[in-house]
């Protein structure tokens, strides 16, 4: 299934903020890939916000082709609205915008998103897909390393500050499956300062580095 091998990893990043740089100089360190949602109607440094005491902001857009060269970018709307609570029109707009800003951006075909806030529903699922969206990540977790049958109700394995994630990754390379199994690990780069364990982050990525059975892919090169 990926290149032969039966199982995967990957990473799902939102918001587009200044921490990512640090995020992705680790993940490349360690040969590790992920899909980065942005929000393209508010991404710019002007655009700041708290949590729990750390000013947050959102990355400049000239920097964002280099800095995330070799990764993915999907939708996360344009203004990172609530879609549930949304009309139709706003909810394509929120989207094909979103996705349209994208492509012009980075010069590729964009076929994934995450949904802001994690809302969702029938008609907001319906609307992504006529927006030509193939994936969308929830912000429900699994436990476990099964793929979703509804990728546009994509369900992640665990946030990276799930409780038992390293015994969850010493499991994954530990096995040796008959079917695939695929390790999605999700969150916001920002957390990583919040919850000052940036050292979590570089023991995640050094567990999960260099296994030959395991395919590293962004979130479209696992799934699609």
């Not at 440094?45 to 964002?64: D, M, P, S, W």
């Amino acid at each position: 299934m990926w290149e032969g091998k039966k199982k995967a990893v990957t990473f799902s990043y939102d918001d587009g903020v200044t921490q990512d740089r640090r995020l992705v100089e680790l993940l490349n360190r360690y040969g590790l890939k992920a899909t980065f949602n942005l929000n393209s109607g508010i991404q710019s440094y002007a655009e700041v916000f708290e949590n729990n005491g750390i000013r947050i902001h959102r990355l400049n857009v000239r920097e964002l082709p280099e800095l995330y060269r070799g990764h993915e970018i999907a939708v996360h709307c344009l203004t990172h609205a609530n879609l549930a609570e949304c009309d139709e029109e706003t909810i394509y707009n929120e989207i094909s915008r979103d996705k349209w800003i994208h492509e012009q951006t980075f010069q590729c075909e964009i076929c994934g998103m995450a949904y802001p806030f994690g809302t969702y529903n029938e008609k907001v699922m319906k609307i992504a897909a006529d927006c030509g969206i193939r994936y969308a990540r929830t912000v429900i977790e699994t436990g476990d390393f099964g793929i979703s049958e509804n990728l546009l109700e994509l369900r992640a394995s665990a946030h990276h500050n799930r409780e038992n994630l390293l015994e969850m990754i010493d499991d994954f390379v530990a096995l040796s499956p008959s079917s695939p199994q695929l390790l999605y690990i999700w969150g916001h780069s920002y957390e990583f300062d919040v919850d000052r364990n940036w050292d979590r982050l570089e023991e995640i990525c050094r567990r999960l580095s260099g296994h030959r059975d395991v395919f590293y892919g962004t979130n479209a090169q696992v799934l699609l």
